[in-house]
């Protein structure tokens, strides 16, 4: 199971990197393995303004539909269409080409609360 240190984390499972003032946010290889095969990511909070906690999306697979929770907040400011043709990116690249948003910070001090990459193997138990 990959958890890259370069990142922050969640206790929701996602993952956040953060280049200046934009976030780009997806769901951790853990959180896809639990989900199995990812069918739809439906994200319509575009050009929205949310709060950290807040629902910005669900992504759904075979079993369950799970919302995404946004872990910063700010204006969200672009989702990974690719997705909506093939969501299975976030099974297979879930750092990588499976990523969902971007957002424009707007209380960059909310980093400090994100997890480190040792403290999510700890939660997860890796």
Same mark, same amino acid.
């Given at each position: 199971?990959?958890?890259?240190?370069?990142?922050?984390?969640?206790?929701?499972?996602?993952?956040?990197?953060?280049?200046?003032?934009?976030?780009?946010?997806?769901?951790?290889?853990?959180?896809?393995? *639990?989900?199995?095969?990812?069918?739809?990511? +439906?994200? !319509?909070? #575009?050009?929205?303004?949310?709060?950290? @906690?807040?629902?910005?999306?669900?992504?759904?697979?075979?079993?369950?539909?799970?919302?995404?929770?946004?872990?910063?907040?700010?204006?969200?400011? *672009?989702?990974?269409?690719?997705?909506?043709? +093939?969501? !299975?990116? #976030?099974?297979?690249?879930?750092?990588? @080409?499976?990523?969902?948003?971007?957002?424009?910070?707007?209380?960059?001090?909310?980093?400090?609360?994100?997890?480190?990459?040792?403290?999510?193997? *700890?939660?997860?138990?890796?």
């Amino acid at each position: 199971m990959s958890v890259p240190s370069n990142l922050k984390y969640t206790k929701d499972h996602e993952w956040v990197a953060i280049d200046g003032d934009i976030a780009t946010i997806g769901i951790t290889d853990f959180a896809q393995g *639990e989900l199995g095969d990812i069918v739809y990511v +439906e994200v !319509e909070t #575009v050009d929205e303004t949310l709060d950290r @906690e807040e629902v910005f999306g669900t992504v759904e697979a075979v079993k369950t539909v799970s919302d995404l929770f946004l872990p910063l907040s700010g204006e969200i400011i *672009e989702f990974n269409e690719s997705l909506e043709s +093939e969501p !299975e990116k #976030v099974n297979s690249d879930p750092y990588g @080409e499976g990523w969902m948003i971007k957002l424009k910070l707007s209380d960059p001090s909310q980093i400090d609360d994100l997890l480190d990459d040792a403290a999510y193997k *700890e939660l997860i138990g890796a």
